[in-house]
T-cell receptor, first 116, second 116 residues
């Protein structure tokens, strides 16, 4: 069965430091990949997505992610974290494409805390 | 442009009571989804509706029913609430299936439900 793993439940970084959040997936073919962010008390907002082509994708709020087929990974990065980036981050994969439904499978999330 | 709206934002129920969570979107999307979010488990799909007039079970449908009232509205009903249904419920929508962008889901702000 398809699955998404986010191995880090909780990460704390200092403001201004770089950030990398890990995401691994299990799927036979190249899936569509997504990162969502959830601020406290809010719904999820799409940060970026990968469908095909360039394996380094840029998103909103200065985030980027790199698809590595050999590692089945889609890690999220940011060069310099701001206090407002404190939130929970979810990786998601679309296991079936070209069909009648667009279901996503979500990872369990990584909670990011930012120290001043 | 309101996007995806959900009512109510908060609800407390006693075991055995029933209630309906409402969701509406104004983006002319064909597909709509209901998720529940529990700590450490990410988002799990309860039901989805690929298009008006169709609904299908997701990963955790037991104890829930849904109605796709029209293209805009998709409601989730708990007929006899149980403490295990204490959770945060999110509604989402996306474009018609068939294109990569149709996998981008847009989320409402959520309903926090407590069943005592």
């Amino acid at each position: 069965a398809q699955s998404v793993t986010q191995p880090d439940i909780h990460i704390t970084v200092s403001e201004g430091a770089s950030l990398e959040l890990r995401c691994n997936y299990s799927y036979g073919a190249t899936p569509y990949l997504f990162w969502y962010v959830q601020s406290p008390g809010q719904g999820l907002q799409l940060l970026l997505k990968y469908f095909s082509g360039d394996t380094l994708v840029q998103g909103i709020k200065g985030f980027e992610a790199e698809f590595k087929r050999s590692q089945s990974s889609f890690n999220l990065r940011k060069p310099s974290v701001h206090w407002s980036d404190a939130a929970e981050y979810f990786c998601a994969v679309a296991p079936n494409y070209g069909g009648a439904t667009n279901k996503l499978i979500f990872g369990t999330g990584t909670l990011l805390a930012v120290q001043p | 442009n309101a996007g995806v709206t959900q009512t109510p934002k908060f609800q407390v129920l006693k075991t055995g009571q029933s209630m309906t969570l409402q969701c509406a979107q104004d983006m002319n999307h064909n597909s709509m989804y209901w998720y529940r979010q529990d700590p450490g488990m990410g988002l799990r799909l309860i039901y989805y509706s690929a298009s008006e007039g169709t609904t299908d079970k997701g990963e955790v449908p037991n104890g829930y029913n849904v109605s796709r009232l029209n293209k805009r509205e998709f409601s989730l009903r708990l007929e006899s609430a149980a403490p295990s249904q204490t959770s945060v419920y999110f509604c989402a929508s996306s474009e018609v299936a068939g294109t990569p962008s149709s996998y981008e889901q847009y989320f409402g702000p959520g309903t926090r439900l407590t069943v005592t």
